[in-house]
């Protein structure tokens, strides 16, 4: 099995930067069939909404809400991901979920049902 874990959330200023990392043991993000890793992030009252993903083949895939300000990247070792969130804004507050699995085809990238495995997430709250 796979263990996931974030970090990086805090508080950030609008404009600001952040950047999270999800780290992954036990199992190594390769290691997943045509897998993919992805973030997600929820706020108080609404349903998690897609972030960002990579895919196996390195392949990148953004919400149109974060496109040309978050990047989505991993490490040489495919065993941690990371999201670089700039230009940020009061809606990017939230819990910023990262997740993965097996089998992930392009169509179901965005939704979480598509991940088996989840980390326990960490706040990022954007505020002036």
């Known amino acids: 099995q796979v263990q996931l874990v974030e970090s990086g959330g805090g508080l950030a200023q609008i404009g600001g930067s952040l950047r999270l990392s999800c780290s992954a043991s036990?199992?190594?993000?390769?290691?997943?069939?045509?897998?993919?890793v992805a973030w997600f992030r929820q706020s108080p009252g609404k349903e998690r909404e897609f972030v960002a993903a990579i895919r196996y083949s390195g392949t990148t895939h953004y919400a149109n809400s974060v496109k040309g300000r978050f990047t989505i990247s991993r490490d040489n070792a495919k065993t941690t991901v990371y999201l670089q969130l700039n230009s940020l804004k009061p809606e990017d507050t939230g819990v910023y979920y990262c997740?993965?699995?097996?089998?992930?085809?392009?169509?179901?990238?965005?939704?979480?049902?598509?991940?088996?495995?989840w980390g326990q997430g960490t706040q990022v709250t954007v505020s002036s």
């Open positions: 997740a993965t699995g097996s089998g992930i085809i392009l169509s179901s990238i965005p939704s979480p049902s598509s991940y088996s495995y």
């Open positions: 036990g199992r190594s993000f390769s290691s997943f069939s045509s897998g993919a």
